[in-house]
């Protein structure tokens, strides 16, 4: 094995001179290339964080993005968590294992260290019963990323209603070029896109209703939701065989300039500003498609850093000191600058003061500044359980062979069947 | 050699296989009768678990693939494999190695492998299947082969053959030259053509073989999870599922482990089943 594959795998370092006492083993997801290309930056911040724990280690392993909550899960059921996961999703998921023991409460460390900069939302969605068992890092947006030069050529403006939107689409379509790359291979982007559409279709308050309240999947907000997700497909907003299609052969489309835009994350803008090499990329927020409706984008963190409940004390003290270092200052303009990754809590001026790239001050200007209107992110809501239904249903929703009633049936179903297993969250 | 004997020399190779196969097995059937949180086993249920396979569509729906997956697996390579080998009997033994050897290639490639290339192929966007139906003016054919769930779990069991299809190929072709010679030289003189041959005397002689590989076809296709998880992972919707998806799904994505391990059951049970009733017709032959 090479010095580099081995460096892939595993990095230790060595914090003092004399051989560390305290070891804390991380695994996390942020690897060369892909999704969470933050695999420099992390290296780094190892380096940069090492004075701040005190003759302890990190022994880090690099789990792969899309497998890390499965390993995660055997790992619970092994009793043998890494003592520091960077792990997905959120919410619910961690919500399962505080509620079996396997995470540490962190409600000490939040206030040993101030991370006021956690606002009651990440709180929420990072707490059990009233107990913190999660840091969020990463701010997570939705939005859609453009082609500026195919724009430009079809003299369309940045639309700022949902009608102008619908009006570009139908341009592109018309010339013969995709309108929104979209592939749903993997079965997870759809979630997000309808997360999105959901957030502007029935607005935040409405999702509330049904997540943390008693209203069924199968009101009217919902509905219309899941029909307009599936009008795009069925008006051709998509490429051909978007359900076979993977997501980063869409992203590859639309960055080859073969599709005028594509709706996803700022979990995948180190990769889109590396490939944007024969496209002008731009960003911008998905209007509200209802009237009433106010502006916003789906909100998240993705992942977040979690404790194991059965690290010692010395270990839990130097991961929460680590994790620190890794929310501080110095940090953040690392995360920014090396792997336009954004912590939360970083506002558009240090953005901009830290030299971010400008697709990434765009989609967080932009993104940021609808804080109040956040909407869920229903891969990181949703028990399991019903994630597990949600994928395939959507599949059949927007491949056209369900109706929007009967998706929103087969929701409900497994909704009243988590609830009944005690699986939802609340925040 | 003692009985006593034989027993000590069986002692290890029975040791290991108790360990590593009876038990787990064993542990999994104890795993479907309780409940569990998260990977963190609860309380004895004892037959709850097993109670929701009657209302659980994915799992007849699976159960469902599996079986069209065995009979169209049974139906092509089998048949096309017989012809084939009948057919490359009959020409000179370089020949038969080098075209056995060729169609044989395809059994090598591992399935993830063969899932990639064949993703490709009928990838919507780039694939060389639309590209080609196209350059022949056969535009209109082109689809979306694997999102469409009318033509996902043909596509993908037109891998499974492909994969297949040499197996058979090499299988049949040991078998036919087996074959007494002059079986054949008599009944040129009599006067029967290739196919009279090849119907009277091919095929019910190469009736073990045919056993074999059916049971081994059908055993195989219960088993069938790698393809289709580097492809589909069960969609669109629920058209590719098969029970193997869906146990891999109920253990690692939701967590149910109980669940899972009662699947996990049922699938080993139709397994064992058909593996025992080949092996009673096999030693009944």
């Known amino acids: ?427 | 050699m003692t009985s006593r004997t034989a027993y000590f020399f069986l002692l290890p190779a029975l040791i290991l296989y108790s360990v590593f196969v009876v038990l787990p097995i064993l542990q999994v059937v104890g795993y479907s009768f309780f409940d569990w949180d998260n990977g963190i086993i609860g309380q004895f249920v004892g037959l709850n678990n097993y109670s929701r396979l009657g209302s659980d569509g994915v799992f007849w729906a699976a159960l469902g693939h599996n079986a069209i997956w065995v009979a169209l697996t049974l139906a092509f390579p089998l048949m096309a494999g017989l012809l084939l080998s009948a057919i490359l009997a009959e020409r000179n033994s370089s020949t038969i190695r080098w075209m056995a050897a060729i169609y044989f290639i395809p059994r090598t490639i591992p399935l993830v492998v063969a899932g990639i290339i064949w993703g490709w192929i009928y990838n919507p966007l780039f694939g060389l299947l639309n590209f080609v139906l196209d350059s022949v003016g056969l535009g209109s054919l082109a689809g979306a082969w694997l999102a469409e769930s009318n033509t996902a779990l043909l596509s993908l069991n037109v891998v499974g053959a492909w994969t297949f299809f040499g197996f058979c190929v090499v299988i049949y072709l040991a078998a036919i030259q087996s074959i007494d010679p002059s079986l054949y030289e008599a009944a040129e003189i009599d006067g029967a053509k290739w196919w009279r041959k090849f119907r009277d005397i091919t095929v019910p002689l190469l009736k073990n073989s045919t056993l074999f590989l059916g049971l081994y076809a059908a055993i195989e296709a219960m088993r069938f999870f790698d393809l289709i998880w580097v492809t589909t992972q069960g969609g669109p919707g629920y058209a590719t599922e098969v029970l193997t998806t869906h146990v891999y799904k109920t253990f690692f994505l939701v967590g149910d482990f109980g669940y899972a391990a009662v699947l996990s059951v049922v699938l080993l049970a139709i397994v064992l089943s058909i593996s025992s009733i080949s092996f009673w017709i096999l030693r009944s032959k």
């Not at chain 1, 500003?273 to 990329?281: E, Q």
């Open chain 1, 1 to 427: 094995m090479n010095k580099f594959a081995i460096r892939a795998i595993t990095i230790v370092s060595t914090v003092t001179a004399v051989q560390a006492e305290t070891v804390v083993t991380q695994w996390d997801q942020f690897s060369q290339s892909g999704i969470s290309a933050a695999g420099p930056a992390m290296d780094e911040l190892i380096l940069t964080c090492a004075p701040a724990i005190d003759g302890a280690s990190i022994l880090r392993t690099i789990a792969p993005s899309i497998g890390i909550r499965d390993s995660y899960r055997l790992a619970v059921s092994a009793g043998k968590t890494p003592d520091l996961a960077y792990t997905w999703p959120a919410a619910s998921v961690l919500a399962g294992y505080a509620r079996v023991g396997a995470l540490a409460p962190l409600d000490g460390y939040y206030e040993q260290y101030g991370w006021d900069h956690i606002n009651d939302f990440y709180r929420g969605r990072n707490s059990y019963e009233g107990s913190l068992y999660g840091v969020p890092m990463e701010q997570d947006l939705m939005g859609v990323y453009y082609n500026k030069t195919l724009f430009a050529e079809h003299g369309i403006s940045l639309p700022t209603t949902y009608a102008e939107f619908q009006a570009a689409a139908e341009t592109f379509k018309s010339a013969g070029i995709v309108p929104v790359s979209f592939g749903n291979r993997g079965r997870w982007p759809a979630t997000n896109t309808f997360s999105l559409i959901l957030g502007l279709t029935a607005g935040k308050a409405a999702e509330e209703a049904v997540l943390f309240g008693d209203t069924p999947w199968t009101n009217d907000a919902f509905k219309l939701a899941a029909e307009n997700f599936q009008a795009w497909a069925n008006d051709g907003y998509f490429p051909r065989g978007f359900n076979g299609v993977g997501y980063d052969e869409a992203n590859a489309l639309f960055l080859s300039g073969n599709a005028a835009m594509t709706i996803t994350g700022t979990w995948v803008l180190q990769d889109m500003i590396r490939g944007a090499t024969d496209i002008d990329l731009g960003v911008f927020m998905l209007p509200p498609m209802v009237d009433g409706i106010e502006a916003g984008t789906m909100w998240g963190e993705g992942s977040q850093w979690q404790l194991s409940a059965s690290a010692s004390s010395e270990t839990q003290d130097a991961a929460a000191a680590y994790l620190n270092c890794l929310l501080g200052d110095e940090a953040k303009q690392i995360w920014v600058q090396k792997a336009n990754t954004v912590v939360i809590g970083t506002t558009p001026e240090e953005l901009s003061e830290w030299g971010a790239d400008p697709v990434v001050q765009e989609f967080f200007t932009a993104g940021l500044s609808t804080t109040e209107n956040n909407f869920y992110d229903l891969h990181t809501t949703l028990p399991e359980s019903v994630t597990q239904v949600l994928y395939p249903e959507l599949q059949l929703l927007i491949g056209g062979e369900t109706t929007a009633d009967e998706f929103l049936n087969k929701m409900q179903t497994s909704w009243e069947l988590a609830i009944a297993n005690g699986e939802r969250w609340r925040p």
